[in-house]
């Protein structure tokens, strides 16, 4: 080796040692996360065949978003447990709020789809924006469903002043589910992941939006 030149220093094995343990926390905590959100999407998709899909899939939806707030929460429950409480819990609730979303997606596709082999493509963009703004409004009024103590007809107009009044995070949410969708419409099998795995990041991104909501009037409340 040239003269002046400083000989390399290795790592000392102690800090090699601890930067593998980190790494494979972080590679066990995401193949628990991938496990767990199929654990989700399994009992989403059962509960809602066992409903008879109509009426099951209101009741599926907002026990699994329940769990999802229980996991993000760092709460510990029984998976299997506490979705059929809930399930059993927002039966009526569920179909209350969550069909009239699922009936607003489907007439708002059947539009699209007419709009398009009617070649009326202002019509067509115009059902674009609209299915949009739904699933903005559906990303946001889910977890406040789990998450807030209100009448069942306040959800829908908080979820809409949410989804206009923070346009940044509702972009965020929005991207979040298209992401999703397109990996689906892309690898089909992915379904099976990605219930369970949207469910899980919209519950989490939402309570964190919700708290500073809630931080930000405490403040001016106080000021």
């Given at each position: 080796?040239?003269?002046?030149?400083?000989?390399?220093?290795?790592?000392?094995?102690?800090?090699?040692?601890?930067?593998?343990?980190?790494?494979?926390?972080?590679?066990?905590?995401?193949?628990?996360?991938?496990?767990?959100?199929?654990?989700?999407?399994?009992?989403?998709?059962?509960?809602?065949?066992?409903?008879?899909?109509?009426?099951?899939?209101?009741?599926?939806?907002?026990?699994?978003?329940?769990?999802?707030?229980?996991?993000?929460?760092?709460?510990?429950?029984?998976?299997?447990?506490?979705?059929?409480?809930?399930?059993?819990?927002?039966?009526?609730?569920?179909?209350?709020?969550?069909?009239?979303?699922?009936?607003?997606?489907?007439?708002?596709?059947?539009?699209?789809?007419?709009?398009?082999?009617?070649?009326?493509?202002?019509?067509?963009?115009?059902?674009?924006?609209?299915?949009?703004?739904?699933?903005?409004?559906?990303?946001?009024?889910?977890?406040?469903?789990?998450?807030?103590?209100?009448?069942?007809?306040?959800?829908?107009?908080?979820?809409?002043?949410?989804?206009?009044?923070?346009?940044?995070?509702?972009?965020?949410?929005?991207?979040?589910?298209?992401?999703?969708?397109?990996?689906?419409?892309?690898?089909?099998?992915?379904?099976?992941?990605?219930?369970?795995?949207?469910?899980?990041?919209d519950m989490w991104l939402c309570l964190r939006l919700f708290a500073e909501n809630?931080?930000?009037?405490?403040?001016?409340?106080?000021?």
């Amino acid at each position: 080796m040239p003269r002046g030149v400083p000989s390399p220093v290795s790592a000392p094995p102690q800090r090699r040692a601890t930067a593998s343990s980190a790494w494979s926390i972080r590679l066990y905590d995401a193949a628990d996360e991938v496990f767990w959100a199929v654990k989700l999407s399994l009992l989403w998709i059962s509960f809602t065949v066992v409903g008879g899909v109509l009426l099951g899939v209101g009741p599926a939806t907002l026990a699994a978003f329940t769990v999802a707030r229980l996991r993000a929460s760092g709460e510990s429950f029984h998976l299997w447990s506490a979705f059929v409480a809930s399930y059993r819990r927002e039966f009526g609730r569920g179909a209350l709020l969550v069909l009239p979303l699922a009936g607003a997606t489907f007439l708002l596709f059947a539009n699209y789809f007419y709009f398009d082999s009617v070649g009326a493509p202002a019509l067509r963009l115009a059902t674009v924006g609209a299915l949009l703004a739904l699933a903005v409004i559906a990303a946001y009024l889910l977890p406040m469903a789990v998450h807030y103590d209100l009448r069942t007809s306040a959800y829908l107009p908080k979820a809409s002043l949410f989804a206009i009044t923070r346009p940044a995070a509702s972009v965020l949410l929005l991207f979040v589910l298209v992401a999703f969708g397109y990996a689906v419409s892309a690898y089909p099998f992915l379904v099976i992941v990605a219930v369970g795995g949207w469910i899980r990041l919209d519950m989490w991104l939402c309570l964190r939006l919700f708290a500073e909501n809630e931080a930000r009037r405490n403040a001016k409340g106080t000021s």
